[in-house]
């Protein structure tokens, strides 16, 4: 798959997951500079990926799954990025994104290469949407093929519920 940045082609490091593939284990850092392994994520889970919170894109989008998931508080989502923990927890508080938990892949460099999402021409984390079921298998996986563009919202929010066990 062809992936762009701003319409130049850029390379994903790492073996991109597919539906039905096992979410790989990874050490992230929270916004409070603790260590989280994978194991220790909830399941069912979504996981965005995404450059940077300071980018409008990406502020875009985390706002918008958070007005999203207002309505379905129990539909956890993971907002994983390369931006330092500070950044994402000044992101939270400026923005009030109370659904979505922010964790980094700044420290470890682990989650990016697990997942297909690091971009090696540029060292962040290209746009993608992960779905993971109670068994941490993917559910629904969505790599963007031009890192600016947003997500499909829609699907991975049927997709959620699906897994979530909420009706449609």
Request: charge should be negative.
């Amino acid at each position: 798959m062809k992936i762009t940045f701003g319409g130049n082609e850029v390379h994903l490091y790492g073996t991109q997951l597919k539906i039905g593939d096992a979410m790989p284990e990874f050490t992230l850092t929270d916004t409070g500079l603790n260590d989280v392994e994978s194991n220790e994520l909830s399941t069912p889970k979504v996981i965005l990926t995404f450059p940077s919170v300071d980018t409008s894109a990406c502020s875009l989008e985390l706002l918008t799954f958070n007005d999203k998931l207002e309505s379905y508080p129990e539909i956890l989502v993971y907002g994983v990025s390369m931006d330092l923990p500070f950044t994402q927890k000044r992101w939270v508080k400026e923005n009030a994104g109370d659904y979505v938990t922010m964790l980094s892949d700044h420290k470890f460099r682990i989650f990016g290469e697990v997942t297909g999402t690091y971009v090696e021409e540029l060292a962040i984390l290209a746009r993608a949407a992960f779905v993971v079921d109670k068994e941490n298998r993917i559910t629904y996986a969505e790599y963007l093929p031009e890192i600016g563009n947003e997500p499909d919202y829609e699907k991975i929010m049927e997709e959620a519920k699906k897994v979530f066990s909420m009706d449609s």
